[in-house]
């Protein structure tokens, strides 16, 4: 599976961008997130979703601000990113994996197809 991200930008605060990550193979049976690193941070996880099923799971930080949805006819999957934060700033990535288990679904080890990074700036 090859993932790709695009959709980032240089925004002000309290406005929106929606990220999408196109793959190119079937995610049947993955679980696709996003995650984000910020310079000198580690990198988080922000948003997942199992392909199977649609159940999603957020950081508590954005949940309420940010929606992850998938168009399966596009295989694809995005993130909407509302209310958009100085803190939100980072490079965001999708992964993919078919590994994961509930548990686990914030590890960044847990996952082993990355996209490329898509940056988002938000500024005050």
């Known amino acids: 599976v090859q993932l790709q991200a695009s959709g980032g930008g240089l925004v002000q605060a309290g406005d929106s961008l929606r990220l999408s990550c196109a793959a190119s193979g079937t995610l049947r049976n993955y679980v696709v997130s996003w995650f984000r690193q910020a310079p000198g941070k580690e990198r988080e996880f922000v948003a997942g979703m199992r392909w199977n099923g649609g159940i999603t799971y957020y950081k508590d930080s954005v949940r309420g601000r940010f929606a992850i949805s998938r168009d399966i006819a596009k295989n694809t999957i995005s993130l909407q990113m509302d209310s958009l934060q100085p803190d939100d700033t980072a490079a965001y990535y999708c992964?993919?994996?078919?590994?994961?288990?509930?548990?686990?679904?914030?590890?960044?080890?847990?996952?082993?197809?990355w996209g490329q990074g898509t940056q988002v700036t938000v500024s005050s």
């Open positions: 992964a993919a994996s078919s590994r994961v288990i509930t548990s686990t679904i914030r590890t960044p080890s847990s996952y082993y197809y």
